[in-house]
């Protein structure tokens, strides 16, 4: 009687903690972000990357409301987080101004 509980107890030990490795889940992924409309930018444009990793890679357009001047955000989780934001420029080196409509 003892030994199957015993079993019984193991077995469903593996039970969860198998179910509890699933590494592909993100609750990071920018696409479940909820963004005010008060907020100072908008998403243009988002594209999920394939790197390899476990999670990939996000990168997104973002424009400024109020100035128009668009950025490039990119996004990595694995083994940790990583964020950068950069202005995108045009071949002189002016900031790249959004000409299409924000709403």
Do not use: H, W
């Amino acid at each position: 009687m003892n030994k199957k509980i015993i079993d019984v107890i193991l077995m469903c030990l593996v039970i969860v903690m198998l179910a509890g490795c699933d590494s592909s889940t993100n609750q990071y992924k920018p696409s479940t972000y909820k963004y005010d409309s008060n907020s100072k930018f908008k998403i243009v444009s988002v594209e999920e990357i394939n790197d390899g990793s476990i999670n990939g890679m996000t990168i997104s357009t973002l424009v400024d409301k109020s100035t128009r001047v668009m950025y490039l955000q990119t996004e990595k989780y694995s083994d940790g987080y990583a964020i950068g934001l950069q202005v995108l420029v045009d071949k002189d080196g002016k900031p790249l101004i959004y000409d299409d409509n924000l709403k």
